[in-house]
């Protein structure tokens, strides 16, 4: 299992756990708008907890979309193949701007809520060039797989405290990196099984 694969799977949980702890601060516009330097067709869509947008681009390969939010959310970006996952909170009018060429490599963000959202997208590309094989990291002994997630995890969370972002992403984000910990971990014992073909005792409790 590949990291990208992997990431896909996170962002499908992030949109869920955002519609389980969306609340109500009543109803304020935020706006969505970017420029997509090469293009690869004339429309890009806009995917939340729940509900999905088509967004199309104009002559200019640019757009701009009205959202009508109670609460921040994650939502995912998607042009042709790729994907990109943002954090949007009532009031913010965030532009996003990417070349299809070096998509991941490209994405910034400008405007309100642009640094939480640059955090966000030079973590995602981080991770795509670590290249990590999972198959290597779910065949590691108990305690070095331990180790190596929770030091993920904490060195994650330190990097978040020393951020001065809003309490609403800072609680997503830590919510986020303690699920994707518990995901490693709880699929830990039959993946070790699967690679390395040796029978494994389960995990002990945290």
Known sequence: MKLNKAILILTIGLLIFSSCEMKDNGNKKSLFCGQITNAKEDIAILSGSNSSDTIFLDETQSFCFELNI???????????????????????????????????ETVTYSGIGAEKNNFLAQG????????????QLYS????????????????????LKQQNFTAEFS???????????????FNYPSYYEHFTKREKDDLPDD
């Open 124 to 135: 995602f590309l981080k991770a795509e060039e670590s290249n990590l094989d999972y198959n």
């Open 70 to 104: 109670t609460s921040g959310q994650y939502m995912v970006f998607s042009h042709g193949r790729e994907i990109t996952t943002f954090f949007i909170e009532p009031g913010d009018s965030l532009f996003i701007s990417l070349d299809t060429k070096e998509f991941d």
């Open 171 to 185: 609680k997503f984000e830590e919510a986020k990196l303690v699920m994707e910990n518990s995901i490693h971990k």
């Open 140 to 159: 590691l002994s108990t305690d070095s797989f331990v180790f190596y997630v929770d030091s993920i995890m904490n060195s994650s969370l330190e990097s």
